[in-house]
């Protein structure tokens, strides 16, 4: 039922009674100019605002790029202890750049996740998994700590204890065939079931709903 | 709308009545003691500023109030001193995370002439200024002073609360040593654990999936020139309203109808 309270007001400026009006015009030249002179307005700051504003926010659209890097010889890593190796994760940026990777040769006996080309050797990151300082592994007692507040990872790297939400990240791993060398790709997470899924933040939990609330990212590296 | 009268010029500044006799060492020519009066004449005829400036600067408080509301005004002092310091570090900083960053924080502390003092004004003034922030902010709070009209005025400050917060998160990175480092992974991904938007926020303030290149520059533009021009911004609006608005009186100050300093009701406009 259309609104009867309200008068009805022609569409047509001549009828409104507007000086000056024309024949069949229903937008005052005045109105008109106004908004002409404030769209153009609108169009020069979108202009600039919008590429500044794609251009801060690029990243999270870029794939990040990565290579394989050679760690070492297959037999420099034994099944029962973690090898230490420094790998850039970063390029071009100094220290900050490299991160470190605890890596053994996979032990069918305690590694129970299908085996494919990518995980003949187990290679750890060091980023707990709780807010993401760097983890130590104790070797007398076959465990990961971190410093910061107190997570413990067992010898696989699955959760034994404190705040951390989700077993330790993994790298990818092969073997070189041409040269023989054990080399590391891009690093992947995983969930209480070592299932792999694209690299997340820390503190972000897998499992569950928590794959999708923390959903995956643009720019983390992709499968090998 | 009808003008209202501009507040009255303090005592010390109202022109003084002639003393008979006066005239006598009238001169044709200005004395050098008027250039200062002459040059803030001819800037006052073309901006017109001088009854702006009286409305900010003499303004009336209520009665009863005390040094708990000087805490606003030194918070302002210490942004001003924040700003200050930080754009003659900035003359010495290199935001540069390969080599450049913690070496350039080095020389400012080691080498540059009076680069410790002034580093360390930027460091202890950033706390100060977060004390200071959240004690205003306490005392806006217990003395009801954000009830109307100046419920505005609560929420820029609210906004200032956290893009100080803000300041002190990006600002910690710069220095670019171990701690810097860790505690901002830290905190980016306490930012990161947000569901859904969390991830994507964290991967602005990296610029990446990592920690890379353009991390550190980043952070130092947003500490250096986003926030800073927007709570410059915030800040003078705060500063409008607290003018325009007036200052609130202290919680137990009853209303005296008999005081003759209070106007009757209808005389308020």
């Known amino acids: 039922m259309p609104d009867r309270r309200r008068e009805t007001k022609s569409k047509y400026t001549a009828d409104r009674n507007i000086p000056g009006a024309f024949e069949?015009?229903?937008?005052?030249?005045?109105?008109?100019?106004?908004?002409?002179?404030?769209?153009?307005?609108?169009?020069?700051?979108?202009?600039?605002?919008?590429?500044?504003?794609?251009?801060?926010?690029?990243p999270i659209f870029k794939r990040q790029e990565w290579e394989w890097q050679a760690v070492g010889r297959p037999v420099d890593f034994p099944a029962n202890t973690y090898m230490t190796k420094v790998i850039n994760i970063t390029p071009g940026i100094g220290e900050a750049g490299n991160t470190i990777a605890y890596i053994r040769a996979r032990d069918p006996k305690i590694d129970t996740e299908p085996e494919d080309q990518y995980n003949h050797f187990v290679a750890l990151s060091s980023r707990c998994m709780h807010l993401g300082c760097p983890v130590r592994y104790v070797s007398a007692a076959e465990r990961f700590i971190c410093p910061c507040h107190g997570g413990v990872y067992d010898f696989r790297g699955m959760v034994a204890?404190?705040?951390?939400?989700?077993?330790?990240?993994?790298?990818?791993?092969?073997?070189?065939?041409?040269?023989?060398?054990?080399?590391?790709?891009?690093?992947?997470?995983?969930?209480?079931?070592?299932?792999?899924?694209?690299?997340?933040?820390?503190?972000?939990?897998?499992?569950?709903?928590?794959?999708?609330?923390?959903?995956?990212?643009?720019?983390?590296?992709?499968?090998? | 709308m009808p003008k209202l009268p501009a507040p009255p010029l303090p005592k010390a500044l109202q022109p003084k009545p002639k003393r008979p006799g006066d005239d006598n060492g009238k001169t044709d020519y200005p004395l050098p003691v008027e250039a200062g009066v002459s040059v803030v004449d001819w800037l006052d005829e073309r901006t017109a500023l001088s009854p702006g400036l009286r409305w900010l600067m003499w303004r009336k408080v209520p009665r009863g109030i005390n040094w708990a509301y000087t805490l606003g005004s030194a918070t302002l002092f210490a942004f001003l001193s924040q700003a200050v310091t930080g754009v003659f570090l900035a003359m010495y900083?290199?935001?540069?995370?390969?080599?450049?960053?913690?070496?350039?924080?080095?020389?400012?502390?080691?080498?540059v002439f009076l680069g410790q003092f002034v580093h360390g004004m930027h460091k202890w003034g950033a706390s100060v200024m977060i004390i200071l922030i959240f004690l205003h902010m306490g005392r806006v709070f217990l003395y009801g002073a954000y009830k109307y009209p100046r419920e505005l005025t609560?929420?820029?400050g609210v906004v200032l609360v956290i893009l100080t917060l803000a300041m002190g998160f990006t600002g910690y990175l710069l220095p670019f040593d171990q701690r810097a480092y860790w505690a901002s992974v830290v905190g980016i991904n306490i930012n990161a654990g947000g569901p859904f938007i969390g991830p994507f926020l964290s991967n602005f303030l990296?610029?990446?999936?990592?920690?890379?290149?353009?991390?550190?520059?980043?952070?130092?533009?947003?500490?250096?020139?986003?926030?800073p021009g927007l709570m410059a911004a915030l800040i003078g609006f705060h500063l409008y309203l607290v003018t325009k608005l007036g200052i609130s009186a202290p919680p137990w100050l009853k209303p005296e109808p008999d005081d003759p300093d209070i106007p009757p009701a209808e005389a308020e406009v």
């Open chain 2, 154 to 156: 609560w929420v820029i």
């Open chain 1, 24 to 58: 069949g015009e229903t937008v005052t030249r005045r109105r008109f100019m106004n908004l002409a002179a404030n769209g153009a307005g609108a169009v020069a700051v979108a202009a600039f605002t919008l590429p500044a504003l794609g251009f801060a926010i690029a």
């Open chain 2, 206 to 227: 990296l610029g990446g999936a990592d920690f890379g290149a353009t991390t550190l520059s980043r952070f130092y533009a947003i500490h250096m020139l986003l926030i």
């Open chain 1, 161 to 224: 204890g404190g705040p951390p939400v989700r077993p330790l990240d993994r790298f990818y791993t092969r073997l070189n065939q041409e040269t023989g060398l054990v080399e590391i790709g891009p690093r992947y997470s995983v969930n209480n079931e070592l299932v792999r899924f694209s690299p997340r933040f820390p503190g972000e939990p897998v499992d569950g709903i928590g794959q999708y609330l923390y959903p995956a990212q643009f720019d983390t590296a992709g499968k090998p």
């Open chain 2, 93 to 111: 900083y290199r935001p540069d995370a390969a080599s450049g960053a913690y070496e350039s924080i080095r020389n400012i502390n080691d080498n």
